[in-house]
Structures are given as C-alpha cells and as structure tokens.
C-alpha cells in the first residue's frame, strides 16, 4: 500500500538559517504530493504541492520538487523566520487513498 | 480559508458514553472526510463520504460510524467511547475525490478526551 515516511522531529533551528524536512514515499500509483503546516491550536493549511515528477511545488520561500527516481519530496527553505515555527506534514493522495506522515516539528528561534 | 468549521471543539466524555463530532462546509463540495491525529501516527483516515447518504471506510474505521444527510454536514459517531479513541480529529473537504491533483482542505479539529 501506499506509504509516507518523514524525517522525525524536532527540528531546531536559528532564525535566518536553511532548512530541509526529508520526506520519501512508496506509492503504486501516480500520486500528487502534498505539504501541509499545522500551527499550533490549528488546523492543517496546505503548504505547496506537485502533481507530478519534477513538477516543483513553491510557497511561502518553501520548496519542493516530486522526485520519482528517488520517491522523494523534500522540503526547503533557505532563510526560514520564527514564524515558520509549526508542524510540517508530508502527504501522498492517489483517488481518495491519502496517506500523510507522522509530522516534523519545526522550531525556529530568534 | 475553507468554510469548515467543527463542533464542539473540545470534549471530555467517559469510557462507554456515545459521541457525535459535527462537521460543516459551506463549499458545496462533494467529498468530506474524517481524519484522526495521534503522535507519531500523522492523520489516518477513519471514513469519507461521496455523496449525500454515500460514505466508506478508511483505515481506521472500527468503532467509529458516520452519516450525511445534507451536503454540508458530516457527523462522526463513536457509539461507545473508549481510551483508545482520545485523540484530534479533522475533518477535510475536497471537490473531487478521484482526481489525485485535488486538495483537501481541513477543519480546525475537535480534541476529544475519554476518561
């Protein structure tokens, strides 16, 4: 079945420096993937997507681009702020079959 | 933002008591969906609905029912709570649910505590 496994958290990192979230995913399909953030107290707010390989998702100075050969979606931001403090979900969708990964709690401090 | 809202929006019961969570939209979509969140789990899906009266199971479906009598309203119901339930749960919109490039959009959550 479809799966999504996300590099565990935290993270803490200084304000202003680089980030990447690790996400890889099996799939027997052709999927679309999906970053989703969660504030704290919040729902989930999609973050950026793609919806197919090398198609590069963006939002927000957040990147990602849909690598099939290595089923990866990795997360990037090269200056991230304290307000990018969240929890970041990845996520797979093929038909109604959504699959998300345990989340990465990101802490970004002054 | 999504007109999604859930009610209550938090809730403590007791272990045997029924529950009934409410979503509503105010989108017109189609598909709606009812999601758990647990630490080191993510979300997993526990039943989605097509369509009024039209639902299905997801992953995590046992102990759980739901129904949709009106487009934009989506109950989840837990006929006798337990401990294992006491969880986040989210609802999702979504306009078509066999297109894969389709978002979900989500509720802000219901935190349910069963003691």
């Known amino acids: 079945g479809n799966s999504v496994t996300q590099m565990e958290g935290p993270v803490t990192l200084s304000e202003e420096a680089f980030l990447t979230i690790n996400c890889t995913y099996t799939?027997?399909?052709?999927?679309?993937l999906f970053w989703y953030v969660q504030y704290p107290g919040e729902g989930l707010q999609l973050l950026l997507k793609?919806?197919?390989?090398?198609d590069k998702g963006s939002n927000k100075g957040f990147e990602a681009t849909y690598r099939k050969e290595t089923t990866s979606f990795h997360l990037e931001k090269g200056s991230v702020q304290v307000s990018d403090s969240a929890v970041y979900f990845c996520?797979?969708?093929?038909?109604?079959?959504?699959?998300f990964g345990a989340g990465t709690r990101l802490t970004v401090k002054p | 933002d999504a007109g999604i809202t859930q009610s209550p929006r938090h809730k403590v019961t007791e272990t045997g008591t029924p529950v009934t969570l409410r979503c509503h939209q105010t989108?017109?979509?189609?598909?709606m969906y009812w999601y758990r969140q647990d630490p080191g789990h993510g979300l997993r899906l526990i039943h989605y609905?097509?369509?009024?009266?039209?639902?299905d199971k997801g992953e995590v479906s046992d102990g759980y029912s739901v129904s949709r009598s009106k487009t934009e309203d989506f109950l989840l119901t837990l006929e006798s709570a337990t401990s294992s339930q006491t969880s986040v749960y989210f609802c999702?919109?979504?306009?078509?649910?066999?297109?894969?490039?389709?978002?979900?959009?989500f509720g802000p959550g219901t935190r349910l505590t069963v003691l």
């Open positions: 989108e017109n979509h189609r598909y």
């Open positions: 999702a919109i979504s306009s078509s649910g066999t297109a894969s490039t389709d978002t979900q959009y």
């Open positions: 793609a919806t197919k390989a090398d």
């Open positions: 996520a797979l969708r093929e038909n109604n079959d959504m699959r």
């Open positions: 609905s097509y369509g009024v009266k039209d639902t």
């Open positions: 799939a027997t399909g052709y999927p679309s």
